[in-house]
């Protein structure tokens, strides 16, 4: 039976004046440039990949009422909200706000509407392809046909458009629905490289708003893809890994992915860190796209040895605290005192070990607690973290 998805709850995390860095001050080069476009052009341009829904982006949330009430609102010419694109290269665009909008035409013309525990595996079919095949839009273990729900607009009266599909609208309204245009701002900057990167990934940060904005991680997990990352969704998987979290499910927002991040990134690149948490991470991922197959897989032995070690101490919940959260500072420090020794060695096999109860008192150490309580990303915060766990942990000073 799958366990029903509970939102973990995490502590030890970023301060709010992580979040809400300087990047204010920062003046980027960017354009704009308002266009409009037809539906029927719209609908081409993701078939083709001209358009390219980052994955980070949410997976297809809307059930069929509300995705009906926007095929109607083009229907009958109510104007529908804006979308951003970024301009990656020529004829080249990521969605930044409008990913519903723009699948719901999709599937209305596709005339099929996923279903709701088949869209994790859609979106990941759809980002590999860069469309749907047709043998899975056929397939009714995934979609079922998209016909509009619409309620009566007077009692008694049918909405006209109830119960209609693409191929059953009278011509001249499909006509008039391919031919409805939608007004897109087009964003391209000049900045390449990772300056390139930040620039998107601030964009993103603060024009994608609509419902619940994108966290950093879902952001980085399309600007910084590469052989690194997929091995972080595969380390996430683990079903030691998540014994730790408590949870089979991983969690939608991928904080877990950041988790293994933030382990990894303090491990290999301590002496380079520098607030804010947040640019430290996108300029780790960023470098960690040049890591060879020998250094992942380093890293992906060191990951192993070290969540062996950890589950033959015993406790599922070693790295939650008293207030019954995993603690990500307290993980941090664990992972990066334990498996300094094999990455420095480049042997797995040489992490250290410690005892649950140097573990325990970790977590219960006053200047520890402070450590991550406040302050928690700062350079002597961090620093006095993994001082505090090497005393603790190994021994040592």
Request: hydrophobic share 35%; with cysteine; net charge neutral.
């Amino acid at each position: 039976m799958t366990e029903e998805y509970k939102e973990p709850i995490f502590d030890g995390d970023y301060d709010q004046d992580d979040l809400e860095d300087n990047s204010s001050s920062i003046e980027y080069d960017i354009f704009v440039s308002p266009n409009d476009f037809n539906v029927k052009t719209l609908f081409d341009f993701i078939e083709s990949r001209v358009f390219k829904i980052p994955n980070f982006q949410r997976n297809y949330v809307w059930d069929i009422k509300r995705a009906s009430k926007l095929i109607e609102s083009l229907l009958i010419g109510i104007p529908i909200p804006q979308i951003f694109l970024f301009e990656e290269k020529k004829n080249n665009f990521l969605v930044i706000d409008g990913q519903q909008r723009l699948m719901t035409i999709y599937y209305f013309i596709k005339k099929r509407f996923p279903k709701k525990e088949k869209r994790i595996k859609l979106r990941k079919i759809f980002d590999e392809k860069g469309s749907i095949p047709d043998n899975i839009l056929s397939d009714n273990d995934y979609f079922t046909d998209f016909t509009l729900n619409l309620p009566e607009q007077i009692p008694n009266k049918p909405n006209k458009f109830n119960k209609k599909n693409y191929s059953t609208l009278e011509e001249s309204d499909k006509t008039s629905f391919n031919l409805k245009t939608i007004r897109h701002t087009v964003i391209k900057s000049s900045a390449s490289g990772e300056e390139g990167n930040n620039v998107v990934f601030e964009i993103f940060n603060r024009l994608n708003t609509g419902g619940v904005n994108l966290k950093p991680q879902e952001i980085r997990t399309s600007l910084y893809h590469s052989n690194f990352y997929e091995l972080l969704y595969k380390l996430n998987l683990k079903d030691e890994w998540r014994k730790l979290l408590s949870t089979e499910t991983p969690d939608i927002n991928m904080k877990e992915v950041e988790i293994l991040l933030r382990g990894f990134a303090m491990l290999i690149d301590r002496e380079n860190y520098k607030p804010s948490m947040t640019k430290f991470l996108n300029g780790f991922s960023f470098k960690a796209k040049k890591n060879s197959d020998e250094e992942n897989k380093l890293l992906e032995n060191i990951f192993n040895y070290f969540i062996l070690h950890i589950n033959s101490l015993g406790d599922s919940k070693i790295f939650w605290t008293s207030n019954n959260r995993f603690n990500i500072s307290v993980y941090e420090a664990v992972f990066t005192t334990l498996c300094e020794n094999a990455y420095k060695e480049k042997d797995a096999s040489k992490i250290s070990h410690t005892e649950k109860e140097k573990i325990e008192s970790l977590k219960k150490d006053e200047e520890f607690i402070k450590a991550y309580s406040q302050r928690t990303t700062s350079v002597d915060n961090t620093q006095k973290r993994s001082e505090i766990a090497k005393r603790i942990l190994l021994g040592n000073g």
